[in-house]
Nanobody, 131 residues
């Protein structure tokens, strides 16, 4: 069982930065793939970024490549999402998610963007980017 709690959301001007954190409880965190997703009203939850269990491999949505960075600290049971050069279209509720199923690297890469892979979800944190 993994419980997730996001923090760090807020209101920022376009071009600004925010860092989201996701604190996890449970012994399986260091063996879990961690992901960030986001959702706006009336739209499906979309993939943002994911990181492998050891942090050595990452996957990003095209819309955030070069602007967002996902990282993790397994000693602190925390995953981060550094968001730079924010745009109004980044406004959304951001969710942290955990995939605790053991996987190889190829499986991680091929399925990181799939919502169905993730068994555990946080409650979300609102990010609002003003123009």
């Amino acid at each position: 069982q993994v419980q997730l709690e996001e923090s760090g959301g807020g209101l920022v001007q376009a071009g600004g930065s925010l860092r989201l954190s996701c604190a996890a409880s449970g012994r399986t965190f260091s063996n879990s793939v961690m992901g960030w997703f986001r959702q706006t009203p009336g739209k499906e939850r979309e993939f943002v970024a994911a990181i492998s269990w050891g942090g050595g491999s990452t996957v990003y949505a095209d819309s955030v490549k070069g602007r967002f960075t996902i990282s993790r600290d397994n000693a602190k049971n925390t995953v981060y999402l550094q968001m730079n050069s924010l745009k109004p279209e980044d406004t959304a509720v951001y969710y942290c998610a955990a995939d605790a199923t053991p996987r190889g690297l190829n499986s991680f890469r091929s399925g990181a963007a799939s919502r169905g892979r993730y068994e555990y979800w946080g409650q979300g944190t609102q990010v609002t980017v003003s123009s």
